[in-house]
T-cell receptor, first 116, second 116 residues
């Protein structure tokens, strides 16, 4: 399978614990994005990388959230001191560098986080 | 905040019928994209229409764009049970150049149910 891979698919954690999610993008894609989706809503942009550089972060990404893409390949999203409001589906997507034209996003199947 | 608002929120039809979903947006756009999401899965890119285009086709999909009304529609002809999914419109920020083309703002989606 050469699509975007996310791990784990589901994570249940207790409030206050730290969690880390992993995303493996399509290998030739140098753009990687993180989105969050709550029930009944569309995805909301969190952050994105061009290779290993994190180019933009949404205001939704509080200081408890950190994302890395150390070698420009896979990425991790860590949430520290989780809160119940962090419960959501965390989606990763990748794309080619669009240059001056849009390049469609390829999404993984997401990690569903439940904070109890 | 959501840029696009889909209408209707839910649509239930019989197999073979056509399904039309509408999307309205607030600010001017470079392009508008439609994505499909099966329950519990990631999003799949369906079609992209640029601001200078009025209509685009892809298989059983037809997308129109009316920039004067800031609206778009997605028509699925001869629907099948496998078309059952949520459908989202999404737009990148205008004028941001290639660097932010993947930073999409999604609507809340239309839930389409096609009964066999």
């Amino acid at each position: 399978d050469t699509g975007v891979s996310q791990d784990p698919r589901h994570k249940i954690t207790k409030r206050g614990q730290n969690v880390t999610f992993r995303c493996d993008p399509i290998s030739e894609h140098n753009r990687l994005y993180w989105y969050r989706q709550t029930l009944g809503q569309g995805p909301e942009f969190l952050t994105y990388f061009q290779n290993e550089a994190q180019l933009e972060k949404s205001r939704l990404l509080s200081d408890r959230f950190s994302a890395e893409r150390p070698k420009g390949s896979f990425s991790t999203l860590e949430i520290q001191r989780t809160e119940q409001g962090d419960s959501a589906m965390y989606l990763c997507a990748s794309s080619l560098d669009p240059g001056t034209r849009s390049s469609p996003l390829h999404f993984g199947n997401g990690t569903r986080l439940t904070v109890t | 905040s959501q840029q696009g608002e889909e209408d209707p929120q839910a649509l239930s039809i019989q197999e073979g019928e056509n399904a039309t979903m509408n999307c309205s947006y607030k600010t001017s756009i470079n392009n508008l994209q439609w994505y499909r999401q099966n329950s519990g899965r990631g999003l799949v890119h369906l079609i992209l229409i640029r601001s200078n285009e009025r209509e685009k086709h892809s298989g059983r999909l037809r997308v129109t764009l009316d920039t004067s009304k800031k609206s778009s529609s997605l028509l699925i002809t001869a629907s099948r049970a496998a078309d059952t999914a949520s459908y989202f419109c999404a737009t990148p920020p205008r004028g941001a150049g290639g660097t932010s083309y993947g930073k999409l703002t999604f609507g809340q989606g239309t839930i389409l149910t096609v009964h066999p």
